[in-house]
């Protein structure tokens, strides 16, 4: 028995994004942890909380308006992954990585929200 968010590749996917950004907010430095760290972890996890949560609507278009919520937390990362950059609290190599994660999972979440029209 599962829900049925459970099965979606985009929440898989996500949840794996959230854990990677996890690690990467531990590392961050002790004065950042009420700020970015804080910032980093509830925008990475919010995006598969709105995934599960519009899976669970009445309509497509109540689950499209729930996938644009999570795109828009996914530019959040992606922002606080940038100011981590900017502060050199991350290597090139490693910003890189998460960028691109960030980038094919906005993609699947695009194209899936195509497939509910």
């Known amino acids: 028995m599962s829900f049925k968010f459970e099965n979606l590749n985009i929440w898989q996917k996500a949840m794996d994004f959230a854990e990677d950004i996890h690690e990467l907010s531990k590392k961050l430095p002790d004065e950042e942890f009420y700020n970015l760290s804080s910032q980093i972890r509830r925008a990475a996890g919010s995006v598969a909380l709105n ?67």
């Open 51 to 117: 995934i599960s949560e519009g899976s669970i609507g009445q309509s497509n278009a109540e689950f499209k308006r729930f996938i644009n919520m999570a795109i828009r937390s996914l530019a959040e990362v992606v922002t606080c992954l940038h100011k981590a950059s900017r502060r050199n609290y991350v290597s090139n190599e490693k910003f890189m990585d998460l960028y691109d994660k960030a980038f094919n999972l906005m993609n699947m979440q695009n194209g899936f929200k195509k497939k509910l029209n």
